[in-house]
């Protein structure tokens, strides 16, 4: 049996940042002697916060700030890669408490951006999941006076189109579905924007991710390519979700996992090609374990 693992696969660069951040902090804390926390997971892989835990890393929640700021106000508090919305910056510095902001660069952008069109007053529409925390801090940037939408079917719901509208997406959520979407919205927006066509009704921003987008036709290939898929993510993981509907749709012998004791082994009978793969917040120190493990038990079993 060969067991392949997917190239592309593994952090993209927002979360390579975030982690670096998160160890050199980790590292300079050594020094200090200070507790560094970090508000919310850092990422939607249980393998790698366990990892950066055990360096030192304390996941805390918001709820938690006020009791860090009377104990422990020298700690460092650490905005991971999703952002914040504008109230946590706040009550970090009534607090006094340190931030140090980790938010991927381009979800920066798009905080910016939904900003810039809440403030020129127009109807604000994105596409993406209400309780997810990127989306939550774009809710905080435009006071929450935004549509949340998930799905084509949700975007049927929406009856009002009286005034300038702007359409954006959570950056991990489907690229394609998204100017799907768009192109629907288009036919009901009833306020013309000149944006250099005449056919132009909804001033659309496709603001997903391309490090997320860019990975499915080759992950498509890879899944094509191999008897098995195994796939490996948090099962929190928006995009892992996503590019694992992408595997299962030309490989049905695609499974998800977030651990090893999660293999069935079954699902190699017969296989002579296993490719592993993951999220881009899989890292691939456990991908490597996952082809280690299957390799292992592989070989003892035949």
């Known amino acids: ?44 892989n249980p393998k790698e916060i366990s990892r950066l835990e055990d360096k030192g890393l304390k996941t805390i929640s918001h709820s938690d700030l006020e009791e ?26 009534e607090l006094g408490l340190k931030i140090i902001d980790a938010t991927c660069p381009l979800v920066t952008n798009l905080q910016n951006r939904v900003r810039k069109y809440y403030e020129l007053g127009y109807q604000i529409i994105i596409f993406g999941k209400r309780d997810h925390a990127e989306v939550i801090g774009l809710r905080g940037v435009c006071n929450d006076e935004c549509i949340i939408i998930k799905s084509f079917e949700e975007a049927k719901q929406i009856t009002q189109f009286d005034r300038k ?4 997406s959570q950056t991990t959520m489907d690229k394609q579905v998204f100017h799907q979407i768009k192109e629907y919205l288009n036919t009901k927006i009833n306020d013309m924007i000149d944006l250099g066509s005449l056919d132009d009704k909804l001033l ?32 929190t993981s928006s995009n892992g979700k ?45 991908m490597e374990k996952v082809k280690e493990e299957i390799e292992r038990r592989y070989n003892n079993t035949n």
Not at 1 to 21: E, L, N, Y
Not at 165 to 168: D, L, R, S
């Open 1 to 44: 049996m060969k067991v392949t693992i997917d190239k592309k696969s593994g952090f993209c660069w927002g979360v390579v940042r975030t982690v670096d951040i998160a160890e050199q902090v980790l590292n300079d804390a050594k020094d200090s002697g200070k507790n560094t926390y970090i508000l919310g997971h850092i990422i939607h």
């Open 165 to 168: 509208t702007v359409f954006m």
């Open 242 to 286: 996503s590019l694992y509907q992408s595997c299962l749709e030309v490989n049905p012998k695609s499974y998800f996992i977030e651990d090893c004791n999660e293999i069935d082994w079954s699902w190699f009978e017969n296989a002579e090609t296993v490719g592993i793969t993951g999220a881009t917040s899989t890292p691939h120190w456990y």
């Open 204 to 235: 659309g921003r496709d603001t997903t991710c391309r490090a997320v987008t860019k990975r499915k036709e080759p992950l498509v290939e890879f899944a094509k390519s191999n008897d098995v898929m195994i796939f490996v993510s948090g099962k």
């Open 68 to 93: 860090i700021a009377k104990k422990d106000k020298d700690a460092n508090i650490i905005i991971r890669a999703h952002g914040e919305p504008p109230s946590t910056y706040q009550k970090s510095a």
